[in-house]
């Protein structure tokens, strides 16, 4: 489902996306793009599918590794008082009991 209009609601995951998308997401896209303009590249294919698997999904996994390990202890401004998330949660973790 999609949600038509300016969100106000949800804004940090939503900040969250376009540095997914920016930091990584998008390169990925843009590569399979060009494999299926330039090599015919065809995603229902299941042969195809196993191929990207076998070749692409370690390196896929280690750049969304790469970015959660930087997202995780990046500061947050605002309510979080320039801390990352990992000081936030290793915080609150006590105080929760």
């Given at each position: 489902?999609?949600?038509?209009?300016?969100?106000?609601?949800?804004?940090?995951?939503?900040?969250l996306?376009?540095?997914?998308?920016?930091?990584?997401?998008?390169?990925?896209?843009a590569?399979?793009?060009?494999?299926?303009?330039?090599?015919?590249?065809?995603?229902?294919?299941?042969?195809?599918?196993?191929?990207?698997?076998?070749?692409?999904?370690?390196?896929?996994?280690?750049?969304c590794?790469?970015?959660?390990?930087?997202?995780?202890?990046?500061?947050?401004?605002?309510?979080?008082?320039?801390?990352?998330?990992?000081?936030?949660?290793?915080?609150?973790?006590?105080?929760?009991?």
């Amino acid at each position: 489902s999609f949600i038509w209009g300016s969100s106000t609601h949800n804004t940090q995951i939503e900040c969250l996306w376009v540095e997914v998308g920016t930091q990584f997401a998008r390169q990925w896209k843009a590569f399979f793009l060009r494999l299926k303009r330039l090599h015919f590249l065809k995603r229902k294919n299941p042969s195809h599918l196993w191929l990207l698997h076998h070749l692409f999904l370690d390196s896929i996994n280690h750049d969304c590794a790469d970015f959660q390990g930087n997202w995780n202890y990046h500061p947050i401004s605002g309510e979080g008082h320039n801390m990352s998330p990992v000081v936030c949660m290793n915080l609150l973790i006590p105080l929760q009991g």
